[in-house]
């Protein structure tokens, strides 16, 4: 077991207890269980891996929500910057549903001269000007999402104007949200799409975008930002080409509350729904084809804003982890985390005040294991474990500084699974389990050389030697 000091350290008590039973050894009298044994050391990353080269997790906000957690000062609440700066300045993405429902300052005509502007969000005057103000504390990047289904070019002028003023560490814009569900009838309940839909789609689509893109200028453009981009299979790539994205951008959401198919504890904490990114890789392939980046610039655990007492759960952290590495071994290089003041949200501002979701402790642990320029590569036959071996840049002291190694061991499993580490002193422990909230922290020493310990079911450990 650990020390009372050992478990104390970066985590509250009732966690770090907590952590303590999930790596404890095994229970009296269970049966003996192979353990999985792996040597901690540089041979990990010596095998050239994947490089990252763009922050693993990122934020896509609806508009409306963004403008609530600005609050009513000139400038956003501290606790906004703190929790921006802890998530590491992550990318953030104005978008979502709202995008195609929001009017710049002072452009909806009184009395509204259609339904569009009568049910449009006008954006506060304030809006941008908080924006900048929380952005030159904490140098975020800023993607701008643009309302495509009004198709009115005078206000998205006027936002990429207003929205490249506000940005201070660089700005892109996207062309609506999910233009694969605009206006061609919506056959979803049929087996498959009817001749030409998907053709129809496409061209109704860059029909409107192309009519908008003067707006951007040479401003970098990210889409389609589509909701099923195997229903646009075919015609992306000419799509892409034809629009001049210099990012692609696809949405994913594994399970859905629109109905609640197949959303459950279970679901959530499956192979099946971690690995939902490998589906996409085709769409990655066709980014990587055009020399483009890929990103999965909208998700969560389940479309329609979550599931209470789920997507707010420990489980929902576990599987952001894992969706994320999944997303980055499929050739995409983002993943930005939806938040609509729903339970999905990583955060939420309240009167001023933050309230955080379990699933703010993996875009923490993301941003923390997955720096700028680290390497990252899956780790074969590491018994009953899912392994993936990261090496971070190590300070420049000098050229042949060795890069920092952290293994990620993920049990996907429903019984604890014990492991042998060797090549290492003294080992950090990060820890994140469907079990209980939190990154929890803290030291094991090897004896004889060795350091043991056991991944609980639905868990996954971070381990970095010491010494």
Not at 234 to 242: A, E
Not at 328 to 337: A, I, M, T
Not at 457 to 466: F, G, I, M, N, W
Request: aromatic letters at 6%; glycine letters at 8%; hydrophobic letters at 45%.
């Amino acid at each position: 077991m650990l020390s009372p000091a050992a478990i104390a350290v970066g985590s509250s008590a009732p966690v770090a207890l907590a952590a303590a039973k999930h790596l404890s050894g095994k229970p009296r009298h269970a049966p003996a269980v192979v353990p999985a044994e792996v040597a901690l050391t540089q041979r990990l990353v010596s095998t050239p891996g994947a490089t990252i080269a763009m922050p693993p997790a990122g934020l896509s906000i609806e508009y409306s929500v963004m403008a609530y957690a600005l609050g009513s000062e000139a400038c956003p609440p501290a606790a906004l910057d703190a929790e921006l700066e802890k998530l590491a300045s992550p990318p953030i993405e104005l978008a979502g549903v709202s995008q195609d429902e929001t009017a710049p300052t002072g452009t909806l005509p009184n009395p509204p001269t259609s339904w569009q502007t009568a049910t449009a969000f006008p954006l506060p005057p304030s809006f941008w000007s908080q924006l900048h103000c929380l952005l030159t504390a904490t140098r975020d990047p800023l993607t701008v999402g643009l309302n495509l289904r009004t198709g009115n070019l005078a206000w998205a002028t006027q936002m990429v104007k207003e929205a490249t003023e506000a940005a201070t560490n660089g700005v892109s814009f996207s062309l609506g949200n999910e233009p694969d569900l605009y206006g061609v009838p919506n056959y979803s309940s049929l087996a498959k799409p009817l001749p030409g839909e998907e053709l129809a789609a496409t061209n109704l689509y860059l029909k409107l975008a192309e009519y908008l893109r003067p707006a951007i200028g040479t401003a970098p453009l990210i889409g389609p930002e589509i909701a099923r981009p195997v229903d646009w299979q075919f015609q992306l790539q000419r799509l892409l080409t034809q629009l001049h994205v210099q990012t692609v951008g696809v949405h994913a959401y594994p399970l859905t509350d629109c109905g609640g198919r197949g959303a459950s504890l279970e679901a959530l904490l499956s192979t099946k729904v971690a690995d939902e990114p490998a589906r996409l890789a085709w769409v990655a392939g066709v980014a990587r084809g055009l020399g483009l980046p890929a990103i999965i610039s909208e998700a969560n655990s389940a479309s329609c804003g979550g599931i209470p007492g789920l997507s707010d759960s420990p489980a929902a952290a576990v599987w952001a982890v894992r969706f994320v590495l999944s997303a980055l071994k499929s050739g995409f290089e983002e993943v930005r985390f939806h938040a609509a003041g729903d339970p999905y949200d990583p955060f939420l501002v309240r009167g001023g005040a933050l309230v955080t979701h379990p699933i703010e402790s993996a875009l923490i642990a993301l941003n923390q294991w997955l720096p700028l320029g680290a390497t990252f590569r899956s780790v074969p036959r590491v018994r009953n474990l899912v392994a993936t071996a990261i090496g971070e840049p190590a300070a420049p002291t000098s050229a042949a500084t060795p890069a920092k190694v952290v293994l990620i061991l993920d049990n996907e499993g429903a019984t604890a699974q014990p492991v042998v580490l060797r090549g290492a002193a003294a080992v950090h422990v990060s820890l994140l389990s469907a079990a209980f909230p939190g990154l929890a922290t803290f030291t094991r020493s090897a004896t004889h050389g060795i350091v043991r310990l056991s991944v609980a079911q639905h868990s996954l450990v971070a381990l970095s030697p010491l010494g």
